[in-house]
């Protein structure tokens, strides 16, 4: 039965891994590969009760990140269809490109690691789009963002789905992750910059700043602060009540909520109806939400077969270096989506092994986080921005590949530092 399961997941991440020549979305793929894997488990010779006791388990814990991706998802719509991202945009004056490709580096990362990485690739991305109008250009920027909005997700429990795994699993605690991965993500993001910088020196592009009247300029600062605000305040509900962290989100998604609804009031249906949250829930990407359960619970089903224990003892008689299992496991990240490999991770190695803000689950939150960027298709970030500017797979892989791996590197080597200094 071990192998059968090995062979349906396997099969499950070609469907995955090739879902546009198959027209198959993924999300599909991977529903049915977690739904095979618990089926053959349940067939395996265990208590039929024993396995619906550890399926309702692992969908307690499942379900956790899911609703913090749904709450987390929905305000931050909330803020894109009021125009609230126009507060950040209207500030980029520059004609120079050079000084433009910073400010988008710098807003990306830090933006990532108060929204998420997808979000912020996303908006980012179509700002771009509006102020670049060579395609050669936006290509060398979406890259840029691709690589500057994992790194800021990186080392915040907000910023990217992996590092919120660890958080709510209880690997990580918020503030030990920011104050350890801080710099690493900032050499990851900061290398690469410096490496593409030269490209552009002493070029400059005509600016059209392109300003949505969707909602008048005060709403959408209301809705932007208030949300920037309450997903800041998920950390803090965290630490005063000790409930998960999507109990802090569907608080904050409740909170903000009311003031859309209050904001909106007054107005006719016709002008609020595009504007309200169930508008905000009806745009989310429902899909990657279905996509996350699917793989998370083929994961689930691999931990109980026992077979990321096996991995474990693998890795630690091969590797048996902590920075070497790490940096495996960020490398293959770029290849398979990192959401199940860290879920492989939390099965195969407990808090007793290495307990809470232990530097394995810190450098292990860096590297998977980051290793993705070194393929376009590494990581959600890269997949959104390669759907809006259509970039070519190969065009990364050789343009910029290497320069992702040498700011992957380099987050590795200030880690590394930072760790033996301190």
Same mark, same amino acid.
């Given at each position: 039965?071990?192998?059968?399961?090995?062979?349906?997941?396997?099969?499950?991440?070609?469907?995955?891994?090739?879902? @546009?020549?198959?027209?198959?979305?993924?999300?599909?793929?991977?529903?049915? #590969?977690?739904?095979?894997?618990?089926?053959?488990?349940?067939?395996?010779?265990?208590?039929?009760? @024993?396995?619906?006791?550890?399926?309702?388990?692992?969908?307690?814990?499942?379900?956790?990140?899911?609703?913090?991706?749904?709450?987390?998802?929905?305000?931050?719509?909330?803020?894109?269809?009021?125009?609230?991202?126009?507060?950040?945009?209207?500030?980029?004056?520059?004609?120079?490109?050079?000084?433009?490709?910073?400010?988008?580096?710098?807003?990306?990362?830090?933006?990532?690691?108060?929204?998420?990485?997808?979000?912020?690739?996303?908006?980012?991305?179509?700002?771009?789009?509006?102020?670049?109008?060579?395609?050669?250009?936006?290509?060398?920027?979406?890259?840029?963002?691709?690589?500057?909005?994992?790194?800021?997700?990186?080392?915040?429990?907000?910023?990217?789905?992996?590092?919120?795994?660890?958080?709510?699993?209880?690997?990580?605690?918020?503030?030990?992750?920011?104050?350890?991965?801080?710099?690493?993500?900032?050499?990851?993001?900061?290398?690469?910059?410096?490496?593409?910088?030269?490209?552009?020196?002493?070029?400059?592009? #005509?600016?059209?700043?392109?300003?949505?009247?969707?909602?008048?300029?005060?709403?959408?600062?209301?809705?932007?602060?208030?949300?920037?605000?309450?997903?800041?305040?998920?950390?803090?509900?965290?630490?005063?009540?000790?409930?998960?962290?999507?109990?802090?989100?569907?608080?904050?998604?409740?909170?903000?909520?009311?003031?859309?609804?209050?904001?909106?009031?007054?107005?006719?249906?016709?002008?609020?109806?595009?504007?309200?949250?169930? @508008?905000?829930?009806?745009?989310?990407?429902?899909?990657?939400?279905?996509?996350?359960?699917?793989?998370?619970?083929?994961?689930?089903?691999?931990?109980?077969?026992?077979?990321?224990?096996?991995?474990?003892?693998?890795?630690?008689?091969?590797?048996?270096?902590?920075?070497?299992?790490?940096?495996?496991?960020?490398?293959?990240?770029?290849?398979?989506?990192?959401?199940?490999?860290?879920?492989?991770?939390?099965?195969?190695?407990?808090?007793?092994?290495?307990?809470?803000? @232990?530097?394995?689950?810190?450098?292990?939150?860096?590297?998977?986080?980051?290793?993705?960027?070194?393929?376009?298709?590494?990581?959600?970030?890269?997949?959104?921005?390669?759907?809006?500017?259509?970039?070519?797979?190969?065009?990364?892989?050789?343009?910029?590949?290497?320069?992702?791996?040498?700011?992957?590197?380099?987050?590795?080597?200030?880690?590394?530092?930072?760790?033996?200094?301190?």
């Amino acid at each position: 039965m071990t192998t059968l399961v090995i062979i349906v997941f396997i099969i499950g991440y070609l469907a995955i891994a090739f879902e @546009h020549p198959l027209k198959l979305n993924k999300a599909a793929a991977a529903l049915l #590969t977690g739904v095979f894997c618990w089926t053959i488990y349940m067939f395996s010779g265990v208590e039929k009760e @024993h396995a619906v006791e550890e399926l309702l388990h692992h969908l307690g814990e499942i379900s956790s990140i899911l609703f913090f991706l749904l709450g987390a998802m929905t305000i931050v719509e909330l803020i894109d269809s009021h125009d609230g991202f126009t507060l950040i945009t209207d500030k980029i004056k520059t004609r120079s490109k050079t000084k433009l490709l910073w400010i988008i580096g710098i807003i990306t990362f830090f933006l990532s690691s108060l929204l998420d990485n997808l979000t912020t690739a996303i908006v980012m991305t179509s700002l771009t789009a509006k102020l670049l109008d060579e395609k050669n250009d936006r290509l060398w920027f979406t890259s840029l963002i691709i690589i500057a909005a994992n790194a800021g997700g990186a080392f915040s429990p907000l910023g990217d789905v992996t590092t919120t795994m660890l958080w709510i699993g209880k690997q990580i605690t918020a503030q030990n992750i920011i104050v350890q991965l801080f710099l690493p993500s900032i050499a990851v993001c900061l290398v690469p910059l410096l490496i593409i910088t030269p490209k552009f020196r002493n070029q400059t592009f #005509t600016f059209n700043n392109v300003t949505s009247t969707a909602v008048n300029k005060k709403e959408a600062n209301i809705i932007l602060v208030s949300g920037i605000l309450l997903l800041l305040f998920v950390p803090i509900f965290k630490m005063l009540t000790h409930l998960p962290p999507f109990m802090g989100v569907l608080f904050a998604l409740g909170i903000l909520w009311i003031v859309v609804s209050v904001i909106h009031y007054k107005k006719p249906l016709d002008q609020k109806q595009k504007l309200t949250v169930t @508008h905000a829930l009806e745009k989310i990407d429902t899909p990657s939400i279905l996509f996350f359960l699917g793989i998370l619970l083929a994961v689930s089903a691999f931990q109980s077969f026992g077979i990321l224990k096996q991995l474990a003892n693998f890795l630690d008689n091969s590797l048996g270096n902590i920075y070497s299992i790490g940096t495996a496991l960020g490398l293959v990240s770029a290849i398979v989506d990192n959401v199940p490999l860290v879920a492989a991770a939390q099965g195969m190695y407990d808090l007793q092994t290495y307990p809470t803000d @232990h530097y394995f689950w810190e450098f292990m939150a860096l590297t998977t986080g980051t290793g993705g960027s070194a393929i376009i298709i590494g990581s959600a970030a890269g997949v959104a921005a390669m759907g809006i500017e259509n970039i070519d797979f190969m065009w990364y892989f050789k343009k910029i590949s290497w320069i992702a791996l040498a700011g992957f590197i380099a987050g590795i080597l200030v880690f590394i530092l930072q760790t033996k200094i301190f």
